[in-house]
């Protein structure tokens, strides 16, 4: 059972998954399909200007690592490279890994490092009490913030229960 720790300070609680996302795709698909099925049970709102979903993005950053090595394969160099949507993280690897000028600068050629990268994407979710909270969703963590109400907190564990990716 997912179980989410509450922290100290503002209200929020942390469920650290047994095993990290495999790869992008995976946890695209972990995202995407909170986004459009809203297992949680969002409402979408209105303020004075502007229409608002029931969830949300506000912000996602996909790092990407990668060694530099010689013809000897010894490392000689490290580097990351941060982007802001899934497609940028995919065509970006490859434009760092086949960069000759790079490979130039480094005197080694790149090597992507999959197992190292990072991924995290910040929902806010509209409760149907009228509360919002954030849902951040990152490669190995699963956080639930900005909240008063702990039947939020509850309502997210069990959805992390039903998903088999966030044991």
Same mark, same amino acid.
């Given at each position: 059972?997912? &179980? ?8 929020? %609680? #942390?469920? !650290? ?5 495999? /790869? ?7 995202? =995407? @399909? ?8 969002? +409402?979408?709102? &209105?303020?004075?200007?502007? &229409? ?5 993005? #506000?912000?996602?950053?996909? +790092? %990407? ?7 000897? =394969? ?10 802001? @949507? ?18 130039? %600068? ?8 999959? /197992? ?19 849902? @951040?969703?990152? !490669?190995?963590? #699963? +956080?639930?913030?900005?909240?008063? /109400? ?5 309502? #997210?564990?069990?959805?992390?229960? @039903?998903?088999? %990716?966030?044991?």
């Amino acid at each position: 059972m997912a &179980h989410f720790n509450q922290r100290a300070g503002t209200k929020s %609680a #942390v469920h !650290r998954l047994k095993n990290p996302f495999p /790869d992008i795709m995976a946890f695209n698909a972990v995202v =995407q @399909s909170s986004i459009l099925k809203n297992p949680l049970g969002c +409402t979408s709102y &209105h303020t004075v200007k502007k &229409h608002y979903r029931p969830v949300q993005k #506000v912000r996602e950053m996909y +790092t %990407a690592k990668f060694v530099y090595e010689d013809a000897m =394969q010894k490392r000689i160099g490290a580097g990351h490279e941060t982007y802001d @949507s899934v497609e940028g993280y995919q065509l970006g690897i490859a434009a760092v890994i086949s960069n000759m000028a790079n490979i130039a %600068a480094h005197r080694g050629k790149a090597r992507h490092l999959p /197992d190292a990268d990072h991924f995290s994407v910040i929902l806010k979710c509209h409760d149907p009490n009228g509360e919002l909270y954030f849902l @951040s969703i990152a !490669r190995d963590r #699963v +956080t639930v913030s900005s909240y008063s /109400d702990d039947a939020i907190r509850k309502r #997210v564990e069990d959805w992390a229960d @039903s998903v088999p %990716a966030l044991e």
